[in-house]
């Protein structure tokens, strides 16, 4: 075992704040990896403040995770002490059902361990995220970064990346699709960059006017603001793909009118329930979808990784020292970043120092 800082809630209602715990001694198939960077998560927020009702305390959070291998179990292959690797919201699942044989531990049937605010397989200990100064996974949820990517812009791409590149693959998304991302933030900011990149002429849809030039400097062909509905009527039936980021309950029946027959709109943000409820007709009249996803399994967060460094993708970042996490946190609820935090973990070995 070894002593490990970070910084953890105590309760819903406490800040963030310093925080010693251990760490299991890695084991044969285990990778050691001494976190350099670590992106916020609106999630984070969340489970912090106990706002989904499920948080377990003490809690470190982050799942966004970016460091250095410092060692590695007898049996480990592929990755060596030296290497650069990261660390997304899970580091284990029953490795055993269709959904793990298929490589998507993230809808484990028997429930994936996450990163944080989750318990370590057949037992009660706390697993602790990445607001810390290291962490000990199992090699199969250890992703290599490629070599000359941003280390501190890749930490996002564990969540936010892979929350927009899954469904962008799952749904074939490529060249010659008119494809639009719905909500410009963490999240709509990397389904910007993936979908060009992917080949598609992608339209940033927002209810913000003052969003236009951010959305074409992300890589976005059109901007359709949804509270025009003279625009979002002159687009209508013209959208192979909707990726919607939107992450608070809102009306889905305009976009849907935005679909092509037999289309598809996925949403990646809402956890809650829809409201206003969606209109049967809307669905029915053009034998349209509303599916929803997750993040990706692991061998598709390493395809994810893996393109970024072929296209030099990463999240635009604001770094922040871990002491003003909590600052942060409040920054978030104003949605005053763009697009994603991103804390320095070396501020947390400075300040034990």
């Known amino acids: ?54 948080s377990l305390y003490p809690m470190v959070p982050g799942h966004e995770i970016v460091g250095r291998v410092t060692s590695v179990g007898e049996h480990v292959k592929k990755l060596k002490a030296g290497d650069f690797a990261a660390v997304g919201c ?56 490629p070599p000359h990517l941003d280390l501190k ?36 900011h990397m389904g910007i960059k993936f979908a060009k990149a992917l080949g598609a002429h992608v339209v940033m849809i927002t209810t913000s006017p003052g969003k236009a030039k951010d959305a074409k400097k992300l890589g976005a062909d059109e901007v359709l603001l949804s509270r025009d509905a003279a625009a979002m009527a002159a687009q209508a039936a ?36 829809l409201e206003p409820p969606v209109q049967g007709g809307a669905l029915i009249g053009g034998r349209k979808s509303v599916a929803g996803s997750g993040i990706g399994g692991m061998k598709e967060t390493q395809e994810m990784l893996d393109f970024c460094g072929e296209h030099n993708i990463v999240a635009d970042i604001e770094v922040v020292p871990i002491q003003a996490v909590n600052e942060a946190y409040e920054r978030l609820l104003k949605n005053d970043v763009k697009y994603r935090f991103v804390i320095d973990i070396e501020s947390l070995r400075k300040e034990a120092a």
């Open 238 to 273: 013209s959208f192979d793909f909707l990726l919607n980021t939107v992450p608070v309950p809102h009306d889905l029946n305009p976009y849907l009118a935005l679909l092509k027959r037999d289309r598809t709109m996925v949403l990646v943000g809402v956890l809650t329930e």
């Open 1 to 54: 075992m070894t002593e490990v800082r970070g910084y953890a809630a105590r309760d819903a209602q406490s800040p963030l704040a310093p925080f010693s715990f251990t760490r299991r001694s890695p084991g044969p198939h285990d990778i050691e990896i001494e976190i350099l960077y670590c992106g916020i998560c609106h999630s984070d927020l969340h489970q912090a403040r106990n706002d989904w009702r499920n």
């Open 90 to 145: 899970m580091v284990d699942s029953c490795r055993h059902c269709s959904a793990c044989d298929d490589d998507l531990e993230q809808y484990c049937e028997h429930g994936a361990t996450w990163t944080y605010n989750s318990k370590e397989r057949n037992s009660d200990a706390l697993t602790f995220g990445g607001y810390s100064e290291k962490i000990v996974v199992e090699e199969r949820f250890v992703a290599k970064v």
């Open 153 to 188: 812009a890749t930490a996002p791409l564990l969540c936010a990346g892979i929350t927009t590149w899954s469904p962008l693959r799952h749904w074939k998304v490529g060249p010659g699709q008119k494809v639009g991302v719905i909500g410009l933030g963490g999240l709509g």
